[in-house]
Structure formats: C-alpha cells, structure tokens
C-alpha cells in the first residue's frame, strides 16, 4: 500500500512539473514573439475639466528585424495621436516617442474617473495589437484662489471683477480677503510671502496666489496669466513663479517675472513668457540666510560702525548728562533711546531704498552706480587723513547741529530719540555708501529674507554705541573713550575710508560674478 502511494506521488509531481515546462515554454514563446515594447499603462493622475495635458510614451523595437506599425488609435474621441500620425517602420532595436493629447470636457465631468486605452497595431512580422491602458482622475470641485486686497483700491476691485470670468473657465474660484478691514489677513498674507519666499521687491498690495507656486502681484495682463493657466501643466516645476506689474491698471505693455533663483526679469506683454520659463532650469533656493550674501552684510556693517559721526555725537550726549548730575541709571537709558533712534531711522532709511531700487528694472546696474560711490566716499575718508584742510568732507551738515544740540540739552527719553533719529538721518552722507551698495546688491539678488538681513545690519552697525553706553556707567572710563575717540577720530577716518574702498572693489567683483 505504501509503494502504491509513493508511486502515485512520484506520478503527480512529475505530470505538474511537464505542465510547468510546457506553460513556461509558451511563455517565453509568446513573450520572443513580441517584438515591441511599451508601457503598460500611463497615469495621468488629477486633472481639471478644462486641462488639455499632453502626454508621451515610447515604442522599441527589441527584434532583430524590422516592425511595421500600421495604426495609432485610441478607445475614444478625447484622445488624439500628434506624432506620429501615419504608419511607419521601426528598425531593429529603434524607439520611437508617440506623443498624444487628452481633452477630458469632450465627454467627461467633474468627479469622472479616467479609464481609456490607446491602441498599437502591428501589420509586420506579424498582425497584432498592444494596448496601453489610460487612468486618471478629473477634480470633483473647483480650486479656490486667495486674493488679497485693499477694498478701499477701486483699481484693485475693477481687476479682481475682470479676473473672475477668466478663472472660471479654469474651474477657479477666487476667495477674497480684505486685510484693511479684517487685519488677521495681513497677518496671513506675511505668512504666506514667507512661506513661499516672495522677494520684497516684487510684493504687491494686491495678490492672486493661483497655484502653490504660483503668484500673482499687482495689474498683470490678464492674457499672460491666462496663457500660464492654459499651460500650468506643461511648466517646468518651478519652486517660485511670481509675475509683478505694480501700476494701477490692467493695460500694462510690460511686467516683471521672477523666477526661484533667478533675478528678477523685465519681459513685454508682446514677449513670450512660456519660452522665458521654459528656457531657465529649476533651481533649488535656500531656506537660511546664504553665507555669500551674509558676509558683504556682516563686513560692511562692521565698517560703517567705526564711523565716528553717531559715536560722537553720543559720546558728547553722555558726558554733557554727567555734567548735569544724572544718574548712572538715567544716562544709560537716555543712551539707549538715542540708539534705538539711529536703529529705526537707519532701518527706515533700509525699506525706503529697497523700495526705490525695486522701481528699476536693472537692480544690478543701480548696485554697479552705489559701487562708485561707495568707492568715492571711501577716497573722501582717506582724503581727510592726509588732506584734512582741502575741501569736501563727510559729516553731518552744519545747519543740523543747532536742532541736534536744543534736544540734546532738554537730557529726557524722548528728546534723546529724537536726537538719535536726527543723527542717523543726518549722518546717512556720511554713512550712506556702504549701507546703499548693501542693499542694492540684495535688491539685485532678489532676496527673500530682505528684512532679516536689514536687521542684521544695522544691529552690528549700532554694537559699538551700545558698548559706548556700558562703558558710560562709569565716568571716568567714558571720559577717557571721549579722549581717545578726539584723537583718533582722524585715524577712523582713513580706516574706514581704507575699508570702503577694498568692500567698492570686492561687491564689484561679487556682481560681475553672480551675472
């Protein structure tokens, strides 16, 4: 009985390992009479009823022998074939890309689902037809744009109406959000500039954010963003695409575009804004402040510091509130305001000339202008060294001293602030070039963390006033600063002249190398 069983066993293994071979002969038999490859199914993933992606695929021939491609069709009339459209001959071990379009409004709606299949017929070596199946998904809803702007702009209002027909044929539905009369939306708007880091020079009082990378600034011909909507698709993936047209009307002839890493770029509305994106790479930009922008920065705060105008002038607060027995506790805070007054002026003075070199259209030529200034300023500084009795010098004009010591002698908080904004706006001829040429290069470069750098700089440009203050609560050490500062004064002056013209030459270099 046992023998019987084992060989029922042995019959049984061998009749399913012959029907193993023959199945894996007529595999391999059906897989070697295959002469093509090609994909067995392309994904089209989400798409919007008005979307017409084009889509691509490629065809090999893996025999040795030539293949005759007779037909390219499809299952439906919302795929068509462009290329190629006649049948053809594909030679040994040859591809061949076929490309096609899918118009999904000629017989979907919103919510359908995409099951279609593409046809290959073979008439050589042998009749035979391949199928590469379609999948996708059309969007079940519209996608919502958030606007933001100023309700009381009657220009702002009239663009906003004439947009939304426009964004409505491509399933968009603009959310409004007023941040004068709902300031949570300011909030918000700030939120998303950083969040998507939109250079400050190319921001607007009113903005589209259509697609997450792409935004809207400002009166931009409704024909260019239509054209980038119609081929969103198509774009190459981009981190950034920001079109900024600040003027108060919808009739522009031209606009800027910037692109993630890349400067901001003047094109005319006649100019062809698909070939300018596609003809530029992606690129990656980064998140923290990049050592090469932070250096200049850092460099030319440190030079402007030593600049004896703001010293001085608060040197000469100090002692005269000694003079006048204040407190220790009274002098300090009294020389803080004056700091804080020559931060926030000087900080102003930053966003003020951003703003204006923003309007040029080359910031990099305005950088190249503030290069030979700085470069002339820093020869005055020399000058003054060796030449002192020549003419033109750099320091706060005569016909400001008069207002600058009234406050000063009122020895208050406030008058101390004030004292500090009249120098540091005063002092700006003296102290202007390194600070314009910093900021202009950073106009240039497009930066998003404009701010932060700002910051940077003029909190290094007040450090050593603020040193000058702890050294004030003790008297005698500030008398003997007061007197090395009178006798080297004229010393500082050639260092910072030296330093001025070496920082000239070097952001001149910098610039010819970043274009």
């Given amino acids: 009985m046992a023998n019987l069983l084992k060989s029922k066993s042995i019959k049984t293994v061998v009749i399913f390992g012959l029907a193993a071979l023959v199945i894996g002969v007529l595999v391999y038999n059906y897989g070697s009479n295959r002469p093509i490859r090609l994909p067995k199914e392309i994904d089209l993933k989400e798409l919007r009823l008005t979307d017409k992606p084009s889509f691509s695929f490629s065809i090999k021939n893996t025999s040795d022998a030539n293949v005759e491609i007779a037909r390219i069709y499809t299952s439906c009339g919302c795929t068509v074939v462009l290329e190629p459209t006649n049948s053809f001959i594909l030679g040994p071990k040859n591809s061949i890309q076929v490309t096609m379009q899918f118009d999904p409004a000629s017989m979907h709606k919103n919510g359908d689902d995409i099951y279609h299949e593409i046809y290959v017929l073979t008439s050589k070596p042998t ?111 981009h981190s950034l695409i920001v079109l900024y047209q600040p003027n108060m009307h919808s009739n522009a002839t031209d606009y800027q575009i910037y692109l993630a890493g890349y400067t901001t770029k003047k094109l005319a509305v006649s100019d062809d804004v698909l070939k300018y994106i596609n003809s530029k790479e992606p690129r990656v930009i980064q998140n923290s402040l990049p050592d090469t922008l932070v250096v200049p920065v850092v460099v030319g705060a440190i030079t402007n510091s030593l600049h004896p105008c703001a010293i001085a002038v608060l040197l000469l607060l100090l002692t005269f509130l000694y003079t006048i027995k204040k407190s220790k506790r009274t002098v300090i805070l009294i020389g803080l305001s004056y700091i804080f007054g020559v931060f926030l002026v000087y900080f102003l003075i930053g966003l003020g000339l951003l703003r204006a070199i923003s309007l040029s259209s080359e910031p990099f030529f305005v950088a190249k202008i503030a290069t030979v200034l700085l470069l002339i300023l820093g020869l005055i500084n020399i000058k003054d060294y060796f030449f002192p009795k020549l003419p033109i010098h750099l320091k706060i004009p005569d016909f400001t001293k008069g207002a600058i010591q009234s406050f000063m002698e009122k020895a208050s908080i406030p008058s101390a602030f004030i004292v500090g904004a009249l120098v540091g706006m005063c002092a700006f001829p003296c102290t202007g070039g390194i600070y314009t040429v910093i900021i202009s290069t950073l106009a240039a470069t497009a930066s998003s963390q404009f701010v932060l750098y700002l910051i940077l700089y003029n909190i290094i440009f007040v450090l050593p006033l603020l040193v000058v203050v702890l050294i004030a609560s003790n008297k005698e050490l500030l008398e003997k600063v007061e007197e090395m500062h009178n006798k080297n004064s004229r010393k500082l002056h050639l260092i910072t002249g030296v330093l001025m013209v070496l920082i000239a030459i070097g952001v001149y270099f910098w610039i010819r190398i970043y274009m």
């Fill in 127 to 237: 009749n035979r037809e391949y199928i590469v199946k379609m999948k996708g998904k059309i969007a079940s809803s519209q996608e919502t744009v958030e606007v933001f702007y100023n309700s009381a702009c009657t220009d702002c209002v009239a663009y906003i109406n004439e947009m939304k027909p426009m964004l409505a044929k491509y399933s968009t539905n603009p959310v409004l959000k007023d941040y004068i009369n709902k300031p949570s939306y300011r909030k918000e708007l700030n939120a998303l500039n950083t969040k998507y880091q939109v250079p400050y020079n190319v921001q607007d009082s009113l903005t589209f954010f259509l697609k997450p990378n792409l935004i809207i600034e400002g009166h931009v011909p409704q024909a260019t963003v239509e054209t980038l909507l119609q081929n969103y698709h198509q774009l190459p993936k």
